[in-house]
């Protein structure tokens, strides 16, 4: 069966890094985008990044300049690397797959567990 997890999330003070990690499995890797999205309480799930087979990305504007999206097809592995956090960021990052191009998380095929990133002040 289709598998991401998720690895990387913390707690950490503004303009801190964090790296998160999603090991995917059960999926023909190279006919997927991947992509991060995040909830913060009370909201919706939200776009943060999402990056082909070939390594062409769209980020949200919230997290340009900060955040790079990184994929490692042959481990079936996809990559965010978030700089200068800021509280805003503070959400449960999910991992996601589709096959098409929708940015729209309605659309997307596979999600992993999420996994939570605190940024305090």
């Known amino acids: 069966q289709v598998q991401l997890v998720e690895s990387g999330g913390g707690s950490v003070q503004v303009g801190a890094s964090l790296r998160l990690s999603c090991a995917a499995s059960g999926i023909s890797f190279r006919y997927y985008y991947m992509g991060w999205f995040r909830q913060a309480p009370g909201k919706e799930r939200a776009f943060v990044a999402r990056?082909?087979?070939?390594?062409?990305?769209v980020y949200d504007d919230s997290v340009k300049g900060r955040f790079v999206i990184s994929r490692d097809n042959a481990k079936n592995t996809v990559l965010l690397q978030m700089n200068n956090l800021k509280p805003e960021d503070t959400a449960v990052y999910y991992c996601?797959?589709?096959?098409?191009?929708?940015?729209?998380?309605?659309?997307?095929?596979?999600w992993g567990q999420g996994t939570q990133v605190t940024v305090s002040s």
């Open positions: 990056i082909g087979w070939s390594g062409a990305y």
């Open positions: 996601g797959a589709t096959n098409g191009i929708s940015i729209q998380p309605a659309n997307w095929n596979y």
